[in-house]
């Protein structure tokens, strides 16, 4: 019963530091998304991807790189993590383009010092 | 002004009563889900919605597509449905895009 699934759930990073943020779903979901909440806002989309070997921009991509590394895997990396990037990240996965019920990871809680 | 908006923002009730949240959006939508989030993070799906009524348990989830507007009803609340309850809503025309509501922050008293 695993569905999604994020690691780490926490972290801290210095600024200028560089971590990858994996997820993998076993539920052989096509869709795979980024997202990240920030107090006072809703949850905003980071990059996704509609299928294995293809990724999009979303809402807020710049600073983030995403790999689709198959259909279960899809990573998100901070290059050069800065302040601004302190967050709470989320995967979520479905099965076609957010029409069905999407299902989310546990959330990463990243801090950038 | 947010493409999806939710009330009220913050929610106290007392064990039993009957809870109403409401979201209105201003966008024409295939979709529409109704998530939970619980203290601790994790957000779980309660509903997706294109059109009418779905029920499960004591959660009750209504959309008008006319008045661009839904409301998801808590009947004989608990204090486990103590959570964020988050909208958002998937434009038409094929976007990849879930537009996220704030949340609604309930708080439910014993």
């Not at chain 1, 600073?63 to 689709?68: F, I």
């Amino acid at each position: 019963n695993a569905g999604v699934t994020q690691t780490p759930k926490f972290q801290v990073l210095k600024t200028g530091q560089s971590m990858t943020l994996q997820c993998a779903q076993d539920m052989n979901h096509n869709s795979m998304y980024w997202y990240r909440q920030d107090p006072g806002m809703g949850l905003r989309l980071i990059y996704y991807s509609a299928s294995e070997g293809t990724t999009d921009k979303g809402e807020v991509p710049n600073g983030y790189n995403v790999s689709r590394l198959n259909k279960r895997e899809f990573s998100l990396r901070l290059e050069s993590a800065a302040p601004s990037q302190t967050s709470v990240y989320f995967c979520a996965s479905s099965t076609q383009l957010m029409n069905t019920e999407a299902f989310f990871g546990q959330g990463t809680r990243l801090t950038v010092v | 002004k947010n493409e999806v908006e939710q009330s009220p923002q913050n929610l106290t009730a007392q064990e039993g009563e009957f809870i109403t949240i409401n979201c209105s959006y201003s966008v024409g939508i295939s979709a529409l889900h109704w998530l939970q989030q619980h203290p601790g993070g994790g957000i779980v799906s309660l509903f997706m919605l294109s059109s009418g009524k779905k029920k499960h348990g004591r959660l009750i989830a209504t959309i008008n597509i006319q008045e661009k507007h839904s409301s998801l009803h808590i009947t004989a609340s608990h204090p486990r449905d103590s959570a964020v309850y988050i909208c958002a809503v998937r434009a038409q025309g094929g976007s990849e895009k879930l537009v996220f509501g704030k949340g609604t922050k309930l708080t439910v008293n014993p």
